[in-house]
């Protein structure tokens, strides 16, 4: 029993320590020195911290410094095994961290422009069903007018062919008349022959009778 105990406690002992241990990595931050000459002894111009990008001038392999520049325009020597051909990790990471953020945010602003362009497109698509029903109510109206002017032409053919009509039977009443005036004027003047005729005629009866009887009495005056 108390050996199983004893286990138990170095068991316990071991155990501890693991549960609460913490994990830690080792940061990426970093600084190298430029110096004025490719050894430590010469003076340091400058730090660059990691992920500074510097132009190469020369290589020295036998003391394995490097010639360099930085942005602002200094030169200097350092550790050639401190630099490397491209970015590090954290510039990298850094650097598609906003290509994503800048994505995102495009992503953003082509979503709102999608959003806007189907706006306007329900927009144009109920003012092209508002447009073709106004065109459909116009056609309509068109037709209607078409078929009011339709019968206005006819209406005015009509009243043509009435007005026509009426001149013509205007202009035949005035024949008529002026034919019944002429015709009043001659039965006039053949009433006013006539009796001038049997006026004469009553005066040559009126002088040829008296002669006749005359005669006829003559002649029984004789016997």
Known sequence: MKR???????LCAFIAPAAVAESVWVTDQFEITLRSGPSTSNAIRLSVGSGTRLEVIERDAD????????????????????LMNEASAREQLEKLTSQLTNANSRGSTLDSQLNAIKGE????????????????AVEAELAEIRRTAANVLA?????????????AAQIR???????????????????????????????????????????????????
């Open 4 to 10: 199983l105990l004893s286990s138990a406690l170095v």
């Open 63 to 82: 003391t394995g410094y490097t010639h360099v520049r930085t942005q602002g325009g200094t030169e200097g020597w350092v550790l050639t095994r401190y």
């Open 121 to 136: 497109y329900d927009a144009a698509g109920k003012k092209i069903a508002t447009l073709e029903r106004e065109k459909a």
């Open 155 to 167: 209406i005015n053919d009509q009243n043509k062919s009435l007005m026509d009509q009426l001149t």
């Open 173 to 223: 009443a005035d024949t008529l008349e002026q034919e019944n005036r002429v015709l009043a004027g001659q039965t006039t003047r053949y009433w006013f022959m006539s009796g001038g005729l049997v006026l004469l005629v009553g005066i040559i009866l009126g002088i040829w009778l008296p002669r006749i009887r005359w005669q006829r009495r003559s002649r029984y005056d004789r016997f």
